[in-house]
C-alpha cells in the first residue's frame, strides 16, 4: 500500500526534521508547505509592503495560506496518482478539522483508503518554553514574526491539534520531541508508519 504520512503540529516542534529523519528509512515525496510556496508567499508579502515573514496577517490569511495548501495539496495528489508515497509537512490546522478534505485528496488521486494508508504523526513539545527555544536557535527569518508577537503567537497555539478524519485512532500518533531526537525514537515512529 501507498503511504501518505503527515506531519503536523506548531512551529517550532520539529515536524521536518522528524520528517527527514523518517525520509532516511521510507522513500516518499517530501512536501513541506514552506518549501512550497515559501519564495512566492514572501514575494507577494513584499509587492504588498509587508512584512514577508508575518502569517498572522489578514491580507495572508484571505489571499495567500489556501493558495499554499491548496498548492501542496496538488503536488502531493500527483505524486499520489503516480504511485509515490507521501510525506506532508505542516500545520495543516483546517485541513484536519475538515472530515471531507482526505476524501478529496484521495479521490483527486484516484485512489481510495484502500490504496492508501494515510497516518498523522503530531509533532509536540513538553511545554512553550522548548518551543520558543527551539525557534530560536533553528534562525529563520520567518520566524521572526513569531519572536517579536511572542505574546500573542502562544496564546493562539493548540500542541495537539483536533484531527476528524475518517481514519482510525490507531493511524494517529502524537510523539513529544521535546528532547534528543533519537534512533530508538526514530525506530519507533518507523514502525508505526509501517504497522
Sequence with gaps: MQKLIFFV????????TVARKLSDKIQAAFLDRDTVGGR???????????DKNDRDSEFYKENLRDLEYDTTKDICIDN??????VFMISPFTAELKNRAWIEEVLTSAGRSKSD????????????????KNRIIDR??????WKLN??????????FIPEVNWDIPASAIHVFDNSGELTDEKVETLYRFILA
Design 9 to 16: 503540529g506548531v512551529a517550532g516542534t520539529g515536524k521536518t
Design 40 to 50: 512566492f508567499v514572501e514575494r507577494i508579502l513584499e509587492m504588498k509592503g509587508l
Design 80 to 85: 499520489l496518482a503516480a504511485g509515490q508515497n
Design 116 to 131: 492508501v494508508e494515510t497516518k498523522v504523526v503530531v509533532v509536540t513539545l513538553s511545554d512553550m518554553d522548548v518551543q
Design 139 to 144: 534562525q529563520t527569518e520567518r520566524d521572526t
Design 149 to 158: 508577537h511572542w505574546d500573542n503567537f502562544k496564546e493562539r497555539v493548540q
